[in-house]
């Protein structure tokens, strides 16, 4: 039987490197952003390398959940496929949440508002997902009656193995160390748009060590920033704790 692992996420976070450091389990496969066709063909929201993106996947939101609760790619005892939250517009069922397992992972808006800004001239709470994000955890609360785990990816990058073992062990999968390191370079599971968004997880071989951020935001920028903090921060509330005696190494 397979384990299906939905992570969801907004964009400018961690998201591409924990699929790398899933991807690199030798018991799984990895799916990378199933709905973003079927969400810029539902929104008509105008995406860098929107063309691409429409041609490389199923369009049908229908088609997409019944593949990714189907069969897992080769067999794998593991299916981690990796969300954006900014993708499940209205349109968009939820009925397969239940044959999935969930993980939601978070980020500091300030520090994904100045991220994202480096890749768009411009950036709104709707295409940071923060909301959206909270939406679809009481969603998962309410339709399997159980909490799914929550990721801070500062907590990650200060601490890889031990959140790694926290996640997987929320899961109720088994920690492997494979998922600490990766080759670099690109992988045929990568999406059409990994070439506008992946340079740098394509360069990375883990991931990358923290250090605290200096940032600085425009008014509208911060502006952004602020109108996410309130999802940000709810769901902060039920991040993983991190066990302090499983540093890597």
């Known amino acids: 039987m397979t384990t299906r692992i939905a ?16 991807e690199n389990r030798p018991d799984t496969s990895v799916s990378d952003e199933p709905f973003y066709a079927a969400y810029l063909a539902l929104s008509d929201t105008n995406h860098p390398m929107h063309d691409a993106v429409l041609a490389s996947q199923p369009r049908d939101w229908r088609k997409v959940a019944a593949a990714i609760t189907g069969p897992a790619p080769d067999g794998a005892p593991i299916w981690f496929q990796k969300h954006m939250t900014h993708h499940m517009v209205s349109q968009i069922g939820r009925d397969w949440f239940g044959d999935v397992r969930h993980a939601f ?68 999968v088994p920690f492997d160390p494979a998922m600490l390191s990766w080759p670099a370079g690109p992988r045929s599971s990568d999406g059409v748009w990994a070439t506008h968004w992946y340079a740098s997880v394509e360069a990375s071989t883990g991931f990358r060590p923290w250090k605290k951020p200096s940032i600085t ?28 005696d499983l540093a890597e190494g």
């Open 217 to 244: 935001l425009d008014a509208d920028q911060d502006a952004v920033a602020q109108a996410c903090q309130g999802a940000y921060r709810r769901l902060s509330r039920f991040r993983l704790e991190i066990p302090g």
């Open 105 to 172: 992972l978070i980020r500091d808006p300030v520090q994904v508002v100045a991220s994202y800004a480096n890749k768009r001239e411009t950036v709104t709470p709707l295409d940071l997902g923060y909301d959206l994000q909270a939406e679809l955890f009481d969603e998962v609360v309410a339709r399997t009656r159980q909490t799914p785990p929550v990721l801070e990816s500062s907590d990650v990058l200060r601490n890889p193995k031990g959140a790694l073992t926290a996640l997987c062990g929320a899961l109720d």
């Open 7 to 22: 992570m969801w996420s907004g964009p400018r976070n961690i998201s591409t490197a924990m699929m790398r450091a899933w």
